[in-house]
């Protein structure tokens, strides 16, 4: 009897946190809906990763595998199936990403933030502010990454000569000194 009384309690409060009202549902649907951009860039991002890292590899054989006279031919078909790739894996991850996102994000959003909350979240989302703050995001990168470079260059330069020097090294490679004094 004890046993059941509690499968029953752990069964009702199971199925007190899976309802959603309908106010709610409609919240985090819209909330889904404005974040499907992020959405999709997250699966464009997840689709792209593997060519990136197959393309740098592909580069590196590339200067020491093909033959100087045939690189270019060569770099032109790694080119177009790359891009093939990505224009065939890049739609299929975000639709699906789509698709996922009720069931895995929206679920959290409902267990996580009161309808008010909700209300609040797209009101920030959707505030004139929010998104002239958000447009402005790449210009602000930009310039903060011009004068990082511009302070920082006097302190890390040395520190990426050791680096390529050390790495150069261990390859048994001619030093980066070694190929700025002949000339190369």
Known sequence: MKK????????????????????????????????????????QVMAERPALQMRQR?????????????REAVAKELQADLKNYADEVVPLMQQHAVKLA?????????????????????AIIESPVNRKFLQMGGEMQK???????????????PKIKALAAAMDKHLGLPTVAANSANGS
């Open 58 to 70: 592909a580069g590196i054989a590339l200067q020491t595998r093909v033959a100087p006279e045939k």
């Open 102 to 122: 009720p069931a895995t994000v929206g679920v959290m959003l409902a267990e996580k933030f009161t309808e008010n909350e909700l209300k609040q979240l797209i």
């Open 143 to 157: 310039a903060l990454a011009e004068k990082l470079v511009a302070d920082m260059r006097v302190k890390v330069d």
């Open 4 to 43: 059941t009384l509690v499968a029953l309690l752990l069964l009702t409060s199971a199925g007190a946190f899976a309802q959603t009202s309908p106010a709610k549902q409609a919240l985090v649907d819209k909330l889904l809906s404005l974040q499907r951009p992020a959405i999709e860039k997250t699966a």
